[in-house]
C-alpha cells in the first residue's frame, strides 16, 4: 500500500462524505477507494469510517486522522511545488466558500478568471450565508464578513463592507422618505432573517452609534430577494453596498438618510493554519485582495 496515496484517498472521502463521490473525484473504481481506506484503517488499528449504503461519516479518529492527514498532504504539496518550480504552474484541488452576496455577483466571477489564469486547478466554490468550518469541512479559503472565531486558521484582512440604507423611488413617491430614525423606526423594514438581534437596528451616523427598533414586514434569508423586496416597494431595507451599485447608477434604488450607515463590516480571507500554505492557497487570496479592493 501507498501510504501516502492512501491517505489523499481517505482525505477526499472525508471531504465528500461519500465513497463513490471520491472515486468519481479522484477517477478510481469505488472498491479500490474502499480497499484503500480500508487498508489505512488496518494499518492503524483504528476504524476510521462508519460506511452506510449511501455515505460516510468520520469516527473520532477519524477525524482526528483527517486534520493531521491534511496538514501532512498540504506540507507534501508545497514541497513538491518548491522543488519542481510550479508556483507559476498551479494545480490541485482549490475548495472556495462565500457569502451568498458577494459570491454570486462577484466571487463567481472571479474564480472562473482565476481558474482560466491557471487551468490545471480544479475549483470547487461554495456559496451560503452559514459559517462554515474550514477544518472540519476541508475548505482551503473561506470569505468571511464580521466578526472571526474561528480556531485554527489564518486570516487576512480584505477590506471593508459598507451597507446602506434603501428603498424604491416608487416607495419614496407614495410615502415620502425618513428624515429622522424616528420616522425610519415607523415605516415598513425589510431585513434579513438569520440575524439574531430581533427587530433592533444600530446606525452610526452625525451623533455617534444610535439604536432604534425597526417593523419588519419581509424578511429573507438570501441578499438578493432582500434587494428584490425593496426594488418591488416593500418598505426601506439595510444592503451591502457594492450589490446595489448598478441600481444606485440607474436610479432603480435610492440611498435614504445618507448621513447613516451600519457599522463596517471586516471582510477576511481565512484558510486552515498550517507550516506550509499551499501555492495554489496564496495565489487565490493574492488574487481576491487585488479584485476586492477594486469593489469593496
Not at 415607523?186 to 425597526?214: C, N, W
Not at 457594492?242 to 440611498?255: D, E, M
Amino acid at each position: 500500500m501507498d501510504k501516502l496515496t492512501a491517505m489523499h484517498t481517505f482525505a477526499r472521502v472525508a471531504e465528500l462524505g461519500s465513497l463513490s463521490a471520491a472515486a468519481r473525484d479522484l477517477g478510481l473504481t469505488q472498491p479500490a477507494v474502499s480497499q484503500q481506506v480500508a487498508a489505512l484503517e488496518k494499518l492503524l488499528g483504528t476504524l476510521l469510517l462508519y460506511r452506510t449504503t449511501r455515505s460516510v461519516t468520520l469516527t473520532e479518529s477519524g477525524s482526528r486522522y483527517y486534520l493531521q492527514a491534511r496538514q501532512i498532504l498540504a506540507a507534501v504539496n508545497e514541497t513538491e511545488e518548491t522543488l519542481r518550480g510550479l508556483n507559476q504552474r498551479l494545480e490541485g484541488h482549490l475548495r472556495i466558500h462565500a457569502p451568498t452576496g458577494l459570491g454570486q455577483q462577484y466571487i463567481a466571477r472571479l474564480a472562473l478568471d482565476f481558474q482560466q489564469r491557471h487551468p490545471d486547478i480544479v475549483i470547487e466554490l461554495l456559496l451560503d450565508d452559514r459559517v462554515a468550518d474550514v477544518i472540519s469541512e476541508g475548505i482551503d479559503v473561506a470569505l468571511r464578513l464580521g466578526e472571526l472565531r474561528t480556531a485554527g486558521t489564518v486570516a487576512r484582512r480584505l477590506g471593508t463592507l459598507q451597507r446602506v440604507l434603501a428603498a424604491a423611488p416608487g416607495y419614496l413617491a407614495r410615502q415620502g422618505a425618513p428624515q429622522t430614525l424616528a420616522e425610519l423606526a415607523e415605516r415598513p423594514y425589510i431585513r434579513y432573517s438569520g440575524r439574531g438581534d430581533g427587530a433592533g437596528l444600530t446606525l452610526l451616523g452625525p451623533r455617534g452609534a444610535e439604536m432604534l427598533t425597526v417593523r419588519p414586514v419581509f424578511l429573507a434569508n438570501n441578499t438578493f430577494t432582500l434587494i428584490q423586496a425593496i426594488e418591488a416597494g416593500l418598505g426601506i431595507g439595510g444592503v451591502q453596498l457594492p450589490l446595489i451599485r448598478r441600481q444606485l447608477t440607474a436610479k432603480t434604488l435610492v440611498r435614504v438618510l445618507p448621513d447613516y450607515y451600519f457599522p463596517p463590516m471586516a471582510v477576511h480571507a481565512v484558510y486552515p493554519a498550517a507550516r506550509f500554505i499551499p501555492g495554489k492557497v496564496r495565489a487565490w487570496v493574492e488574487y481576491l485582495a487585488a479584485a476586492l479592493a477594486d469593489i469593496l
